[in-house]
């Protein structure tokens, strides 16, 4: 039963019952949706692919977090207008709330990807974006969020059916195989982007062993060899889109989470935690709270080519 | 600036700034507080200090998160009866909102103070209270929120300017002492009761280092001597109640939190975080992102005596 108190002067008074449902059959049992965006570019393409998304809008808040730089500022306008455009156009186009909020901390390194992704940079990076994705989640959370849809900015085609795909699992934690169209001499191909979703290995949990407990590991880097095994190299084509795998790392380029493992506590670690950081320290928080994150190695989602 | 737009039909789109400030003058510049209480019985006396508390009322938003059993149900209908009354009563005793929240998972143990005390039922019990205390914080935590007041629902005396007195001092983290009142032959005394406000140890650091990463140290048991140095003993009758003292580890029976060290994504553990859980877990967590967390030895608030 959920009672919002109307009396005559003073403020409601909200009172929820939060035995809300996070079923395999989201739609039908009418599960609210909370979409979240980290932004700092606006790509038209992720915002077409978004609103053709088919979940039923009046069931998806949409939020966004934007830095305080040139680049932000330059972001936030035409985030803004595309908002204003869709929640004053085609009624079933509508989302039920949009909450854009600018962060007020600074990113520390320059935007350009090869600068992001040096070694030392990373993890000043994510630091401050799990500080991002933890404002944005703390302040948009309800009582009556039943999901909650992490979807970056520049992420720029998913099947139109990407959430209730996600949610027919019925897991947790779960993500997509995030990957990037690209041409060949003329040849359209497609290569894996996201290498944050991963299968712990005993190389990591020694290489882990032997770090301070402030130093964190990061995928994708010769200086710190892993030997995990990626998800983003386990993608079978032509294979069942919804064959699972159990993972001990996520990424966060696309990333659906049962609302009730971020109320439980589990959120983005802006510090090492088990030597991870940001969505793959998210992950093992997950862990410590008895869920096991999986992914979807066959069901792909496109990232931005710069 | 703040603007929530308001187009004729689609949902409103929230957009804020959040340069809000959190200042040693939250009254002047009119900062919002979050007052959080997890609360499995209900006091009349805490309910009438609460009503007391003069910083204004319509800069308060209360939230409440309530247990599913027996007990947490009784603890309900006294709490919304509280709440309809102030609510309805005088302008100036109105909160500007309240939020009530019933969990959706159980507390593992009995309620009894000496059960609950238990050394074995403690790592249960504060795993739980943790996922209480994040689920009502997640859920409740807005944009505009500039300090949350975590105050125990058997929290029965304070000074009615107990959130003013601790924002003075524009600490990241801040705990007053937390005492008992109770009577020896007729004589009326005070003692100790929340423990978990201390100085850390080499002795502690040490037990720490040979525990495994899932055990949790617990203030207050013969079987794990911390020797660690506590400030419920650092009282000293008559000296200023404004006197600091920095800590490593905070009780949540009073909390006073800058709401940004929560949105970056200091929570409650509810599992061992550096061998520390739940509010103890949150002091880490908040040194982790670079916040001092300090205590008031000198400026005393009472918890009920059973
Ligand atoms: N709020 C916020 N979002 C950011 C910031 N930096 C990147 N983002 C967004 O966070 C997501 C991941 O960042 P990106 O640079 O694409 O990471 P990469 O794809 O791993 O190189 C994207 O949606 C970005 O738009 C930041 O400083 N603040
Ligand atoms: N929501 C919720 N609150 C609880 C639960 N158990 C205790 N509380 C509240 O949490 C606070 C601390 O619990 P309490 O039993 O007083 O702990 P102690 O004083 O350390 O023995 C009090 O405000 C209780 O009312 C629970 O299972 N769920
Ligand atoms: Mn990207
Ligand atoms: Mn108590």
């Given amino acids: ?171 947790a934690v779960i993500v997509p195989n995030c990957f990037q169209r690209y041409a060949e001499n003329g040849v359209k191909k497609v290569r894996p982007y996201d290498f944050n979703s991963w299968h712990e290995s005993n190389d990591a949990l020694d290489m882990a062993a032997k770090m301070g407990r402030d130093e964190i590991i990061l995928e994708g880097y010769k200086e710190m060899a892993t030997w995990r095994s990626l998800m983003a190299y386990e993608r079978q084509e032509g294979q069942s889109i919804h064959t699972e795998t159990t993972l001990d790392g996520v990424g966060g380029t696309a990333l659906l989470v049962k609302a009730e493992v971020h109320r439980d506590g589990a959120m983005f670690p802006p510090f ?3 030597n991870l950081i940001e969505t793959e320290g998210f992950a093992k928080m997950a862990k410590r709270l008895g869920h096991q994150p999986y992914g979807l190695p066959n069901y792909l989602v496109y990232h931005y080519n710069e």
């Avoid at 108190?5 to 008074?13: E, I, L, Q, R, W």
């Avoid at 979409?35 to 609103?51: G, I, M, Q, S």
């Avoid at 600018?102 to 990076?125: G, M, N, W, Y």
């Fill in 1 to 171: 039963k959920s009672y919002s108190g109307s009396y005559d002067a003073p403020p409601v008074v909200h009172y929820y019952l939060n035995n809300l449902t996070t079923s395999s059959e989201p739609i039908k049992n009418r599960e609210k949706v909370l979409l979240l965006t980290p932004l700092a570019r606006f790509y038209d393409e992720y915002w077409a692919n978004l609103v053709k998304l088919n979940y039923p809008h009046d069931l998806i808040e949409l939020g966004f977090i934007v830095p305080k730089t040139r680049e932000g500022n330059a972001a936030l306008v035409k985030l803004e207008e595309a908002v204003r455009k869709v929640q004053t156009g085609k009624k079933k186009d509508r989302f039920s709330g949009v909450t854009i909020i600018r962060q007020d901390f600074d990113t520390p390194v320059a935007q350009s990807e090869k600068d992001r992704h040096a070694l030392a940079a990373q993890k000043a990076r994510r630091a401050a974006m799990s500080r991002a994705r933890n404002s944005l989640l703390y302040t948009t959370l309800g009582t009556d969020t039943a999901w909650v849809m992490w979807l970056d900015a520049d992420i720029v085609e998913t099947p139109p059916t990407l959430i209730q795909d996600l949610a027919k699992h019925d897991r």
């Fill in 272 to 274: 090492a935690f088990y």
